[in-house]
């Protein structure tokens, strides 16, 4: 095995959450005043946490988004969570490869950690990740494309950023990484080949993903 730490993005490889959550994000987003496509909303803020939706609403339009949206938007993304958000289809054999080989792992996550936390329990993937294998970007100042969280994450599990694998779906994410001193697999199972070019390696299904790691 080439990696001491396997650390994986949450939103999109660990859980088939973005369609759910880019949905729920443009309408809402609408609603305000601030027209935004799914495809708008999956371009400009898919991998990245909340305070780059008011950074951007702020630069484009000179307006605050309330202050109570975050709020709003978690419920409403939650509740949809309960009735339609499964596992990545394939990421459990990944998981299971891992465990039975003793490489660690942990999800460094651009979303907050009661977000990491309701997609986990709601797909049944909490069994693999206990709380210290769980870092948000709640936990550093910065989110993705920063590599704070990496560096953080890999900190926290002793393990040097040279010796990390980064798995990603988001340019954003796979940005972090690259800052972060990382190698990174970027995940191409919703995001376009050429928006992860910058990714060490590509993989479209978690098969491929599987036989790359172990």
Known sequence: MRYDLILFDNDGV?????PISNRHLAAYLTELGHPTT??????DYMGSAMHRVHDIVLERTGERLPGDFDDVFH?????AFEEELRPVAGVEGVLEKLTAG????CVASSGSHERIRVGHRVT???????????FSSQDVGRGKPAPDLFLY?????GVAPER???VEDSPLGVQAAVAAGMDVYGFTGMTPAEKLADATQLFS????LADLLV
């Open 38 to 43: 799914y495809e708008e909303s999956l371009r």
């Open 205 to 208: 299904t978690m098969g491929e």
């Open 124 to 134: 049944g993937l909490d069994r693999w990740f206990d709380d210290d294998r769980i």
């Open 102 to 105: 003793g490489v660690p792992y």
């Open 75 to 79: 419920a409403r993304v939650f509740a």
């Open 14 to 18: 660990l859980v088939d959450s973005e």
């Open 153 to 157: 994450a890999a900190e926290r599990m």
């Open 164 to 166: 990390c694998l980064v």
